[in-house]
């Protein structure tokens, strides 16, 4: 998204998304970034601001895509045709940003220490990095059952993008470790974002990890379908899918893997006894999805330590 576009938005979002002080006796205040301001009980643009750089203008976008929320998209709050990027303007999916901690609790960046710091003791041959369906599947029996031994690792963040999990890697997620695979499961998060802009950001995030970890091999599962009925967002990850599918092939020791068993139903219908919110797999879901990738995994483990001396 471009300057002027976040500019508009700030400018309008007085009755697109008006944000209000609680009215308690203890009145509390989001942590805002620099760019913005409260004035009369709503968000307006810092006087002065235009956004100079485009870390800048990456903060603002995440900051007024929480205020947003999920049920309206960027065209919808600025009008037709204004929410494409303007020309020279960088794919913001493909942006390294950081999560603004707007609860105020520092969970995102404390994860992501956390990740560097245990990676320091491990020699893991194989790295899960990704969102809510990475950080999850840690929690069930079958990552104990089929990942574990293969001396796995976990570096999933739930609410995370491509922009995120670009930022998190180049800032030294993966500097300790040398692992034979890496597996990568992103994107379902990026709201806001076009398919093709999704997919390049995907893509880069492959072209860094080729960079850090020459050595291993990337696996990209492809987007699952979501919502209880057929719906845009659903047929966005379809399309991701379809370009990647394109797209990761022609890189370094990258492959595609689409790990969806058949979640939708012939009424096209998802049931939530694979996916308890329609988004989130259930114990069911993630035992339907994991035996193909765990096969997959252990052909690339045994083609790598063929080839090591």
């Known amino acids: ?5 976040l500019a508009r938005v700030a400018d309008t979002i007085g009755f697109t998304a008006r944000v209000r002080e609680r009215k308690t006796s203890r009145r509390r205040r989001l942590l805002l970034p620099p760019q913005f301001a409260w004035s009369g009980g709503s968000l307006q643009v810092a006087a002065g601001n235009r956004f100079q750089s485009r870390a ?28 494409s990027m303007s020309d020279g303007d960088k794919n913001p999916a493909s942006t390294p940003t950081p999560v603004i901690d707007v609860q105020g ?28 369906l990475v950080q999850l599947l840690h929690q069930f029996e079958i990552w104990r059952e089929l990942f574990s031994p293969l001396h796995a690792l976990n570096f999933g963040i739930g ?47 492959v072209r860094v990890i ?20 057929p719906n845009p967002l659903r047929e966005k990850n379809r399309r991701v899918n379809e370009l990647l599918e394109v797209k990761v092939p022609l890189l370094p020791n990258a492959s ?25 797999l259930t114990r069911n879901g993630y035992a339907r999805l994991c035996p193909g990738l765990h096969r997959l995994l252990l052909c690339l483990l045994g083609e790598c330590h063929a080839q090591t001396p």
């Open 105 to 132: 609790d520092g969970r995102w960046m404390s994860l992501h220490h956390r990740f560097i710091a245990d990676s320091k003791d491990k020699e893991p041959e194989v790295v899960f990095i990704g969102d809510s």
């Open 159 to 205: 609410g995370d993008a491509t922009q995120h999990v670009l930022w998190r890697l180049q800032n030294g997620e993966l500097q300790h470790i040398r692992p034979k695979i890496v597996v990568l499961w992103v994107g379902t998060n990026n709201h806001g974002h076009t398919a093709e802009q999704v997919a390049a950001g995907i893509e880069a995030i």
């Open 1 to 5: 998204m471009g300057r002027r576009c």
């Open 210 to 229: 080729n960079q850090q970890q020459p050595q291993a091999r990337v696996v990209v599962l492809g987007l699952l379908p979501r919502g209880k009925t």
């Open 256 to 280: 595609f893997l689409n790990v969806d068993p058949g979640f939708v139903h012939s009424d096209g219908t998802i049931s939530h006894h694979d996916m308890y919110d329609y988004l989130h």
């Open 56 to 83: 800048e203008t990456g903060q603002a976008e995440q900051f007024l895509g929480r205020l947003k929320g999920p049920y309206c998209s960027w065209t919808e709050l600025l009008g037709a045709g204004s929410a």
